[in-house]
């Protein structure tokens, strides 16, 4: 509920614009949730707490000398009301609360998890007992819900790796990874290149695939600052920038021909962005990128410190191997033949040369792009074995799935 002090034609006034969302649906989960509570025949101790905990204290029954449990009927019958404008014979239908056991343990050991931290910045000293009592003797969905707004309104700090606790559960649940996320005091890791909860692409080549022809921004370097708040929701704030900006820099910082740099970002973006008709060239563009990557990195996360890592020779050859594997199918092909056409052996000898002078890990995943761009069909062996890749280099369980594994040839 919104507002100190709300009184209750206010709090219903509220009550009935959910119910009202998208024509009436927000009716069904609101009366839901107020019957599993009042099906659990719960003291009023505990859907006291739970109330004024989830709502902020904004709202408080007793102050108007209603219950807890009257106030939850008066919004069970607001949703049914409100469903019955739809469909005239609308009757609740009994409640289906969750009681899955192991789920329900594991929400309560999250509640236990942070019992102390809810305690110190909460007004009320039964709240724990409150939500440990809703999952298991109501429901463990609604349960979970209202722990999450307990932690979001008492701003309680939670560990990344209870945050990633809570999204598993989440994700168990069905909710989407908003409901966790949004509002919650995360205590984030530092900002580094990692790839830890990165599911698909990442950095310079995601940044490439998001200049399809069709991106929408009116400058390109909008898109650009559009792309870097992509971090998803595992990830702390400036992740995305921080992976484009190392991939940006070693690009820079290694020597590698203008033409070259050019070259690899026309065939990645499949001449989505044409840099060299507009008269920039590689080099100036990733410039660009760079300054954009260090502006929102001052503003999200000023202590980012830039990670240095080496590639071993064995990695170098590997991604090497798989390159000049596909060479000849890709020589009969060209990105763009319509419009300043690439030739498919420029883009071979351009990602050849990234392996040898700045990544492989990223000569890697521009190849990977360029297959897709150029449509080259893929053996199940060849797949198998960027798989393998992919997991030495630590990338998301969807990073191949969503780039390549179409164009994989099956028996």
Known sequence: MAGSGTD??????????????????????????????????????VLSAVWLASAGYAFAPGHYGMSCRGWLEKISE???????ENKRSYGP????????????????????????????????????????????GADGDLGMRLFLRALKTHSVPVPYGQYRRLQSLAEEFGFPAAVVHDGLDIAWPPVGANRQGVVQDFGLSR????????????????????????????RPPG??????WEDTRRVLDSGL????????????????????????????????????????????????????????????????????????????RVISPAFRPLEGTTV???LEQVVTRVDPDLGFRLFLRTL????????????????????????????????????????
């Open 8 to 45: 209750p034609a206010a709090a219903l006034g509220y009550a009935k614009e959910l119910a009202d969302g998208a024509e009436g649906d927000g009716a069904v989960e609101l009366g839901e949730d107020a019957r599993r509570l009042l099906a659990a025949d719960l003291p009023e101790r």
């Open 78 to 84: 607001l949703s049914t009301e409100r469903l019955r």
């Open 93 to 136: 239908p009994p409640v289906r609360p969750v009681r899955d056991v192991r789920l329900c343990g594991a929400v309560v050991a999250e509640i236990q998890a942070t019992a102390a931290a809810l305690v110190r910045a909460s007004e009320l000293p039964q709240l724990v007992d409150a939500l440990e009592k809703v999952v298991t």
């Open 207 to 234: 940044l490439a695939r998001l200049f399809t022809a069709g991106w929408h921004h009116r400058t390109p370097r909008a898109a650009v600052e559009n792309a870097m708040i992509g971090d998803g929701y595992e």
């Open 239 to 244: 992740s995305e920038a921080a992976i484009t």
């Open 257 to 332: 021909p203008d033409d070259t740099i050019t070259v690899l970002w026309l065939a990645a973006t499949d001449r989505g962005y044409n840099i060299d008709a507009c008269g920039i060239g590689g080099r100036e563009w990733l410039e660009q990128v760079v300054d954009v990557c260090e502006e929102h990195l001052t503003r999200v996360a000023p202590a980012y410190v830039p990670s240095a890592s080496a590639a071993s020779r064995e990695e170098r050859d590997a991604v090497l191997g798989e390159i000049r594997d596909i060479a000849p199918l890709a020589a009969g």
């Open 348 to 350: 071979i000898d351009a």
């Open 372 to 411: 897709e761009v150029l449509q080259l069909p893929v053996t199940e062996e060849q797949y198998s074995r960027y798989g393998r890749l992919g997991s030495h280099f630590q990338y998301g369980r969807d990073h191949l799935l969503f780039s390549v594994d179409h164009l994989v040839q099956r028996t």
